[in-house]
């Protein structure tokens, strides 16, 4: 199992360089936060390292209030619509606040 972000559009095993480049470049760091939640250790088992990631994944999962982040399998590919619309839906956001914003500045 492997966990990334909608808007990230390369392959976390395909693509890794450029994975882990949009990863890092938009402040995800998604390795480092995984790496943060399992603790892992030199002495964990094989096992035990795959249980460890696994649960990290779900947390992330289970707090990630801005919907950014899903799993897939290592062979699943890309969803380049997933991308857009998750792209789509962030500006539409944006676009939202900044018109709440407004409307308070206006009264």
Known sequence: MLITTFDNPY???EEFDK???FDLNHGYDTLGYIARLA?????DSEEVH???????????????FLA???KMNDDDPIDLNKV???EESQKKLIEESNNKKENKEEK
């Open 11 to 13: 392959h976390p095993i």
């Open 19 to 21: 994975w882990y480049a």
């Open 39 to 43: 603790d892992f250790s030199l002495n």
């Open 50 to 64: 795959d249980y460890k990631e696994e649960k990290a994944m779900n947390q992330i999962l289970e707090n990630d």
């Open 68 to 70: 950014l982040y899903y």
């Open 84 to 86: 857009k619309m998750y």
